[in-house]
């Protein structure tokens, strides 16, 4: 059974552009959820979507935005990138079990110059 | 506020010796409690996971963690290391029925040979 894939691996953009991260969920989960990791901040999460909607959401800007696809596939976009928003993009699905947790991909590192 | 404190930012052991890493949380009611285990530029991989019933939970890589509602705890323990183990250990909660993680800041071990 694959596991959740995300791509690209790695992005290098320049500030003031924006960014659109993919994320595939395991075949048959229909919850995605997003987190971005810094070594100085760490893990922190940024939204979920299950079925299309967005059922949470962090404490990011407005620049931080998601959509989830009818297939469960998931995008994440940064507009306006700012140097800070270098880091480790980590996206999560999971089933519609209860009592289940998430299974992450490898990640998407973002690198803004 | 809900958060995870991992107070061990480091620690090193060596390889056949025991681990604990340890995890409190601040949670209004019990929450899902989990550990992953992350390899340098990788995504994060389920040890083990609480959700109800046994307190003393096993998980994968012969690691078992213990829940200790009146501490707040949830540590990570192994009885014997190996060189394989080292990498970053973090600590979750999540309230049920979603993936919103709250994460500590993690717990880098380093094994010595």
């Known amino acids: 059974k694959a596991g959740v894939t995300q791509t690209p691996r790695y992005l290098i953009k320049t500030r003031g552009q924006q960014v659109t991260l993919s994320c595939s969920p395991i075949s048959g989960h229909r919850s995605v959820s997003w987190y971005q990791q810094t070594p100085g901040q760490g893990l922190q999460f940024l939204f979920e979507y299950f079925s299309e909607t967005q059922r949470n959401k962090g404490n990011f800007p407005g620049r931080f935005s998601g959509r989830q696809f009818s297939n469960s596939r998931s995008e994440m976009n940064v507009s306006t990138l700012e140097l800070g928003d270098s880091a480790l993009y980590l996206c999560a699905s999971s089933s519609t079990l209860a009592d289940t947790e998430a299974f992450f991909g490898q990640g998407t590192r973002l690198t803004v110059v | 506020a809900q958060s995870v404190t991992q107070p061990d930012i480091h620690i090193t052991v060596s390889e056949g010796a025991s681990l604990e890493l340890r995890c409190n949380y601040s949670?209004?009611?019990?929450?899902?409690l989990f550990w992953y285990v992350q390899s340098p530029g990788q995504g994060l991989q389920l040890l083990l996971k609480y959700f109800s019933g046994d307190t003393l939970v096993q998980g994968i890589k012969g690691f078992e963690a213990e829940f200790k509602r009146s501490q707040s705890s949830f540590n990570l323990r192994k009885p014997s290391v190996h060189w394989s183990d080292a990498a970053e250990y973090f600590c979750?909660?999540?309230?049920?029925?979603?993936?919103?993680?709250?994460f500590g800041t993690g717990t880098r071990l380093k094994v010595l040979a």
């Open positions: 949670y209004g009611a019990t929450p899902y």
């Open positions: 979750a909660v999540a309230p049920s029925g979603t993936y919103k993680y709250i």
